[in-house]
C-alpha cells in the first residue's frame, strides 16, 4: 500500500499523470460552462471582411477606419492583434498614424520569432516606428504544450531589459511587472464573447452600444488567414480569442489555482487504508466502493473548481485506485485459490467421512433411481433386508412404490410405517422418502436425474417398550390391577350411568406378617391371588383397583342402596378373608374394609368419591374391629376441612396469602408504647379467612410449621428494624420449631443476616410446650439466651402451671392469660391470683405482663398492683405492619396512648 502511493508520487513528480490531470480538468472546464462577462469585444477580419475589403493585407486605412468608429463609438481601449512591424502603403500608413493619434489608446502586438537567417536566434517584432510612438506595445506569444494545446497565457516578459505586459494583462489593467504566465480558465465558453465583423465596423454598420466603455480586441479569425490555435475543451479558436479568454479570465478573478498533489496522496493513503477493512473484502463491494470514492472525488473537485477556481489535481486516485484494486483482486485470488484447494481436501476427506458415517448409520438408508433400483446402501440396510451380491438389496415391494410415487409427484417425505408379521416374527419399521435431483456427468454433458432417500429404522423394540409402557401405566405390573388414575376414569364412567353405586375400599391386615414370615415372594403371590379372587367372584363388580401396598377398591355395575352395599361389604370380606394356598405354605389375612354409596346425581368428583370410601377405611381401622364400616358425612366434613387447609396451606406461603399483624404493648407506669406481638393472619384464596386455632395444629402435625415459623420470625424482624430502636417484637414458637435441629443457628443466621439487636426480640413458649420441659430443650433456650434474645412464657396459668420450672428456665418475661383480666369483678379468684402472680414475677425478678387489658379499670387496676407492662384492646387490637407503623409514630408524637386517655 505505502509502495503504491511511494509510485503515483513518482509517476506525478516525473510528469506522467500531467495529461491524465489536464484531460480530467478540461472535462470539468466543459461541465462548468461559464458566459464570458462581454466587457471584451471581438472585432473579426472573418471572411465577409475578407471578401468586402479584398485581398489580405489590407490597406491601413481600413485600419485606420475600424480604429476610428471605434473611438467614435467610445471603446475603453483597443488591442489590434496584427503585425504591423513593416511599412505597408504611405497613405494607408499615414492614415493609421494619425487614427492613433486621435484614439491615444491602442495596443499595437510585439511578439518574439526564430530568426529566418539563424534558427537558434529569435528577433523580435516590433511595431513600426510611425505607429510605436503613438500606441503601446502588448506582448502576444503563446505556446501550446506537448499536444499542441495553449493552456497558459503569460503576464509578461522582459525583451530588451525592459518589462512588456501581455495583451490580457494591458487591456485588465493587470500589467504590473510579474513574470510567468497563468493558465486560461476554458470554462468560460468562447461562443459568449461578443463578436462584430471588421466591416462592420469599417463602413459604420454596428451598434454602439456594444462598443461604449468596453475593451476591444481586433484580429483575425477567417481561416485562409491561418491565425488559429489548438486549446483544451473548446478545439481550434482564433488567435484574437484566445487574448479574451485570458483577459476574461483574470478580470473575473477565476485564473485556475492547483492543489498540492501531496493532499491528494494522503487521500488516496487514506482510502486504501479504508479499503483494507473487512467491509471490502467482497471483489464487488471493493469495486464499488472505488468507483464511488472516485465519483465522489471528482463531484467534490468540481464543486471546489466551479466556486473558487481550485483545480484538484485527482489523476493520482485512477492509476493509485486501479493499481490498488487489481492488487487486491489478484491477491484474493490467490487466497481464493488456496481456499478452494483447502475445500477440494475437506471435501474429500468430508465424503470419505460421510460415506463412513453412511455406512455406520444406525437407521437404514437406501438411495434409489427413478426405476426403483438401488444405487447406492448402507451397511445397516444390508443386515436389516436381505442381501446377496448377485441380487444386491431386496427392499420391500412397498418401500420401493412409495419411492417411485414420492419421486413423481414431489411431495416431501412425511413419517411412514411398515408392519410385517411374516415367519411369525413381528417387524415394525418407520421411514422417510426424500426426493431430490443429482447431476451426473460423463466426458460431453452433464444430466439431472430424480433420486429418492430412503431412511429406514427398526423400531420393533420401541414399538413392544411402548405397549408395555401403556399397559404399566394403567395396570400394576404386579397384580394386574388398576391403577389410580384408571379405576378415578372408570368412576366417571360408571357415574354417567345415573344410577346409584357403591365404592369399596379395603386394606388388608396381617399383610406385613405374612411377608415377614413366610417371605416376600409368598407375599406378592398373595396379592395376585386377592385380584384373581376378585376376578373370579360372580359379584357383578367392576375390575379391582390397587391403590398401595395392600390397599384395593372395586365398585359396583348395578343399582345399589344401602342393603346392597352392606351385603356385598360381608360377601368381599368373605371372600378375600378366605385362607390362601401359596406353594407349600397357607396364609390368613384379615379385612378392614370402607364403602361409601354414590349418588350420581350429587355431582361428586370421582376423586371426592374415592376419597369418601377412603375415609370410610380410615373409620374402620379406628374402630378396631373387622366390620365393614360405611362413610359418616359428619366425620368427613371436619376431614374434608382439614385436607383442604393441608393443601391450601403447602400454595400459600408462594402465593403470599399469610401476613403478620402487630398487636401494641404498653408500659403501665407511662403508657409508652414499648413494643408488640407479632400474629400471624391468613386469608385464603380458595378457604377464605383461616384462624390460627385452626390451622396451626395442622401446621404442625405436617411439619410444615418449621417453615412457616421461620417466615414468621424472619418477617417480623425485618418490620420491627423499620420502628424506632426503643421497641421490640415478641414472636410465638412451636414445641415443633423447638424439637428442630437448626432452631439455634436459624436465628443466630437470622440476627447476622440483619443486624438485628438481639435484645429487640423475645420469642414466646406455651405452658404446654414447657411441661416436662428439660433436657434438650432447655439447652436450645439457654443457648439463644446467650445471644441476647429474651424468652417468655405464653398464656400463663392455662396448661400445667408449674412453679418449679420458673426458677429452672430461663424465662424472663411471664405474660398471664386474658381470662385473669376478663373475670376481674365477676371471678372472685381473679385478683388475688393477679396479684399472687405479680408478687412471684417481682420475687423471681420475671417482668410480667397482662393480656386482655380491654377497659380503663382494668389498666387503673394494674396501675394500682404496679404491674410493669400490659397488651389489649384498650391499646390497639392486632394490626397490619403499616398501620401499627403509623401507630408508633401517632403515639411517639403525641404522647396519647389511644383510648387509655379518653
Known amino acids: 500500500m505505502h509502495l503504491i502511493v511511494a509510485a503515483i508520487l513518482l509517476a506525478d513528480r516525473g510528469g506522467f499523470l500531467r495529461g491524465l490531470n489536464d484531460r480530467v480538468e478540461d472535462i470539468r472546464s466543459g461541465l462548468l460552462n461559464r458566459s464570458a462577462s462581454g466587457d471584451f469585444v471581438f472585432v473579426a477580419i472573418d471572411a465577409n471582411s475578407i471578401r468586402a475589403v479584398g485581398t489580405w493585407p489590407w490597406s491601413r486605412q481600413v485600419h485606420a477606419d475600424i480604429l476610428d468608429s471605434l473611438t467614435t463609438a467610445g471603446a475603453l481601449d483597443v488591442f489590434f492583434d496584427i503585425d504591423f512591424a513593416f511599412p505597408a502603403d504611405p497613405a494607408g500608413d499615414a492614415a493609421f498614424a494619425a487614427a492613433l493619434d486621435r484614439s491615444g489608446n491602442v495596443y499595437l502586438p510585439v511578439f518574439q520569432q526564430l530568426s529566418r537567417t539563424n534558427s537558434s536566434e529569435e528577433t523580435v517584432n516590433w511595431p513600426m516606428e510611425a505607429f510605436a510612438q503613438r500606441s503601446w506595445p502588448a506582448l502576444v506569444n503563446v505556446f501550446g504544450d506537448a499536444q499542441g494545446a495553449v493552456r497558459f497565457y503569460p503576464y509578461g516578459e522582459v525583451i530588451a531589459g525592459e518589462y512588456l505586459p501581455s495583451a490580457a494583462a494591458l487591456i485588465t489593467g493587470t500589467f504590473s511587472e510579474r513574470s510567468g504566465s497563468f493558465p486560461i480558465n476554458y470554462a468560460i465558453r468562447p461562443d459568449s464573447v461578443p463578436v462584430l465583423s471588421a466591416v462592420d465596423i469599417a463602413e459604420g454598420r454596428f451598434d454602439t452600444d456594444m462598443i461604449s466603455g468596453r475593451s476591444v480586441v481586433v484580429g483575425a479569425s477567417a481561416i485562409e488567414l491561418g491565425d488559429l490555435f489548438a486549446v483544451p475543451v473548446h478545439g481550434i479558436i482564433p488567435g484574437p480569442l484566445v487574448h479574451v479568454l485570458a483577459a476574461e479570465t483574470l478580470a473575473a478573478g477565476v485564473v485556475p489555482a492547483t492543489l498540492a498533489t501531496g493532499w491528494i496522496l494522503l487521500a488516496l493513503l487514506v482510502l486504501l487504508l479504508l479499503f483494507q477493512t473487512r467491509a471490502f473484502r467482497k471483489p464487488m463491494a471493493l469495486i464499488a466502493a472505488a468507483g464511488l470514492a472516485l465519483v465522489a472525488s471528482e463531484a467534490a473537485a468540481f464543486g471546489v473548481f466551479a466556486r473558487h477556481a481550485i483545480v484538484v489535481p485527482t489523476a493520482p486516485l485512477y492509476p493509485g485506485l486501479l493499481v490498488f484494486c487489481s492488487w487486491s483482486l489478484l491477491w484474493r485470488l490467490k487466497v481464493n485459490r488456496a481456499i478452494i484447494a483447502r475445500q477440494r481436501q475437506e471435501v474429500a476427506n468430508t465424503s470419505a467421512l460421510l460415506r463412513q458415517v453412511f455406512d455406520d448409520s444406525f437407521d437404514a438408508i437406501a438411495i434409489l433411481d427413478e426405476k426403483g433400483r438401488v444405487q447406492m446402501h448402507s451397511e445397516s440396510a444390508a443386515r436389516l433386508f436381505d442381501y446377496s451380491d448377485a441380487h444386491g438389496l431386496m427392499l420391500p415391494a412397498r418401500l420401493k412404490n412409495d419411492a417411485i410415487a414420492v419421486m413423481q409427484s414431489g411431495s416431501d417425505g412425511a413419517m411412514r410405517t411398515y408392519e410385517s408379521f411374516g415367519n411369525g416374527t413381528a417387524l415394525h419399521l418407520e421411514y422417510t422418502v426424500t426426493p431430490s435431483q443429482t447431476v451426473i456427468f460423463d466426458q460431453s454433458s452433464e444430466q439431472t436425474v430424480q433420486i429418492a432417500t430412503l431412511s429406514i429404522r427398526d423400531v420393533t423394540t420401541i414399538k413392544q417398550q411402548e405397549r408395555d409402557i401403556a399397559y404399566l401405566s394403567s395396570y400394576d405390573a404386579l397384580t394386574g390391577a388398576l391403577r389410580r388414575s384408571v379405576f378415578l376414569d372408570f368412576i366417571t364412567l360408571r357415574a354417567e350411568a345415573g344410577t346409584p353405586f357403591a365404592i369399596f375400599v379395603f386394606n388388608l391386615s396381617r399383610f406385613k406378617t405374612v411377608n415377614v414370615v413366610l417371605g ?312 388475688p391470683i393477679l396479684t399472687a402472680v405479680r408478687d412471684l414475677c417481682r420475687d423471681l425478678g420475671i417482668t410480667l405482663l397482662c393480656e386482655g387489658v380491654e377497659t380503663n379499670e382494668h389498666l387503673r387496676f394494674l396501675k394500682t398492683k404496679q404491674v410493669a407492662e400490659a397488651q389489649g384492646y384498650l391499646f390497639g387490637k392486632p394490626m397490619p405492619f403499616s398501620d401499627f407503623q403509623a401507630y408508633a409514630t401517632e403515639t411517639s408524637t403525641s404522647k396519647r396512648r389511644g383510648k387509655a386517655n379518653s
Not at 675 to 695: I, N, T
Request: a negative charge.
Open 520 to 831: 416376600r415372594e409368598i407375599g406378592d403371590a398373595l396379592l395376585q391371588h386377592v385380584v384373581k379372587r376378585l376376578e373370579e367372584a360372580e359379584l357383578n363388580i367392576s375390575a379391582a383397583a390397587r391403590l398401595g401396598g395392600d390397599t384395593f377398591a372395586c365398585f359396583t355395575e348395578f343399582a345399589t342402596d344401602d342393603t346392597d352395599a352392606q351385603d356385598l361389604a360381608h360377601r368381599l370380606c368373605e371372600i378375600i378373608g378366605t385362607p390362601y394356598e401359596l406353594e407349600d405354605s397357607k396364609a390368613r389375612v384379615g379385612l378392614k374394609l370402607g364403602y361409601s354409596i354414590i349418588d350420581p346425581s350429587a355431582s361428586v368428583s370421582a376423586p371426592d368419591a374415592l376419597s369418601q370410601a377412603e375415609e370410610a377405611l380410615d373409620a374402620a381401622k379406628l374402630a378396631g374391629n373387622d366390620a365393614p364400616h360405611p362413610h359418616n358425612p359428619a366425620m368427613s366434613k371436619k376431614q374434608f376441612r382439614s385436607r383442604a387447609i393441608e393443601r391450601a396451606m403447602g400454595r400459600a406461603l408462594d402465593r403470599e396469602e399469610f401476613e403478620v399483624w402487630y398487636q401494641p404493648q404498653h408500659h403501665v407506669g407511662d403508657l409508652k408504647l414499648i413494643g408488640s406481638e407479632a400474629l400471624l393472619r391468613w386469608k385464603s384464596d380458595m378457604l377464605g379467612q383461616v384462624y390460627p386455632d385452626e390451622f396451626i395444629e395442622i401446621a404442625e402435625s405436617t411439619g410444615f410449621i418449621n417453615e412457616l415459623g421461620a417466615w414468621v420470625l424472619d418477617k417480623a424482624v425485618r418490620d420491627t428494624m423499620l420502628l424506632p430502636p426503643h421497641m421490640s417484637v415478641a414472636v410465638n414458637v412451636s414445641g415443633v420449631q423447638m424439637m428442630a435441629d437448626n432452631i439455634v443457628s436459624d436465628i443466630n443466621t437470622l440476627l447476622q443476616e440483619t443486624q438485628f439487636s438481639a435484645s429487640r426480640l423475645c420469642l414466646e413458649l406455651t405452658e404446654t410446650v414447657l411441661f416436662d420441659g428439660k433436657g434438650e430443650l432447655v439447652e436450645k433456650m439457654r443457648d439463644i439466651q446467650f445471644r441476647g434474645v429474651c424468652w417468655a412464657l405464653d398464656d400463663f396459668g392455662t396448661g400445667y402451671s408449674s412453679l418449679g420450672y420458673l426458677s429452672q428456665l430461663p424465662i424472663e418475661k411471664l405474660k398471664i392469660d386474658k381470662s385473669f383480666m376478663l373475670g376481674l369483678g365477676t371471678d372472685p379468684a381473679a385478683e
